[in-house]
C-alpha cells in the first residue's frame, strides 16, 4: 500500500480543504496517510525570499512543473534559460502581435519554443525563427516593437491588471472575478461559462 | 457567450501550462478568452509582502478559499478569527493526539470548528468543546499538552518537514517526492499509489 507524509499546520488557511479531502481520496486510491501537523512559522521564515533567490524553491518548481506538464498531459523539457532576459522584447513583440490579432498563436509558439526547443524569450536569434513560422517578417515587427507605442501598450495592459487587483502570472479575470495561478485555469473557465458551483 | 481576459508574462514559468491549454479548454466550454500579455515585474515588486499584510492578498486568499470550497463541494463559513493565536497550543495539542492515535480526528474537527462554527484554534474555550466529540478530556490532554514532550515532538515534526524541502502549508511528501500546496493534493496522492503519469 502507498503511503503519504501530510505536513500541515494549524492555522493554515489552505489547509482546511486538504485536511476536509485528504481522508476520503487517500482511501478511494488505497493510500496511507501518516498525519504529521508541523509548525510551519519557521520553515516560512526561512523561506521567505523571492522563488529566483532560492536554490530549493527553485529545485521544487522545476519539478513542480515537469510533473504537472505530464499530469496534463503536456510536453516538457527544462528549458536551459531562466530567469529570462529582462529586456522586455518578447513582451513589446507580443504588443503588436496584440494589435495586428496575432497574439495568440505567437504566445503559443514562443511557450513552445522556450520551454521544448531552448530558444530564450525576445533574443533577435529566436524571434527570426519564431516570428517566419506565423508569417510574419521579423524586420518589419522588430521595428514596430521599438516603437514606444508597444511599451506604452504594455504599460496600459499591465494597469488594467493592476486594477482587477491580479499580482502574479498567469492570472484570469471574468468581469471583477480574479483567479490567480494555472492551478485556477479550469475555475475560470468554468466562472466565465456561468457553471462554477460558487455562482448557484 | 461568457469570456474571459488571460493577462499572463512573457517570462513566467507557470504561464507555460496556461498558454498551452487554455485554447481549448476555452473552447470547449464555449468562453471567449482576450490573450493579454503584462509586465507583470512591477505587481509583483508593488505586492512582494507577505500574505497577512497586504489587504488585496488577504481579500484575494478568502475569496479563493471561498470558491474552492464550492469547487470541491465543501461547506465554507469565513473563520471570524485570523490570523490565529501563535501560542501554539492548537499545535501541542496535536502532539498528544499524535502520540495517542487520534489526530486525524482531532485534525477535522478542530478545521470545521475554526472555519464553520468560528471556535479559534488552540484556545481552552475551543478545546472544551472539541475535545469532549472525540472521548477525550480537556484537564488531561492540556496538561500533557503543555508538557516539554509536547514540544519537542513538535520540534521533530517540523524538522522532518525541512528535511524533505516543505516551506509551506499544506505539503505531502511520498518518500523524497514533495507537493506543496491543497491544488496539489490529487497529484501528491495519485503518486503515493503508483498512478502519476510522471511516473512512466
Redesign the interface.
Known sequence: M??????????????????????P??EK?????R??????????R???V?LRDEA??V???W????????????PFVKPPI???E?D?L??HV??VA?TEGW??AY??E???A??LAGLP??TPDSLAVILPRLGQEPERVLALAQDPAAAAR??A??D???Q???????????GGE?????????????????????Q?
Open positions: 502507498g503511503s503519504l507524509d501530510f505536513f500541515y499546520f494549524f492555522g493554515s488557511v489552505y489547509a482546511y480543504p486538504s485536511v476536509l479531502r485528504i481522508g481520496m487517500a486510491a488505497g493510500v496511507q496517510v498525519w504529521r501537523p508541523i509548525n510551519v512559522r519557521p520553515l516560512m526561512e523561506n521567505n523571492a530549493q524553491k529545485r521544487y518548481m519539478r513542480d512543473i515537469q510533473r504537472r506538464a505530464a499530469w496534463h498531459g503536456l531562466w530567469p529570462t529582462p522586455l518578447a513582451s507580443a504588443m496584440a497574439v495568440e504566445s503559443v514562443s511557450f513552445r522556450w520551454f524569450l525576445g504594455l504599460d495592459e499591465t488594467a491588471a493592476r482587477v487587483g491580479a499580482f502574479g502570472s498567469p492570472s484570469f479575470a471574468v480574479l483567479f490567480w495561478g494555472d492551478d485556477r485555469l479550469d475555475e475560470a473557465v468554468a466562472w466565465a461559462a456561468g457553471t462554477h458551483p460558487a448557484r
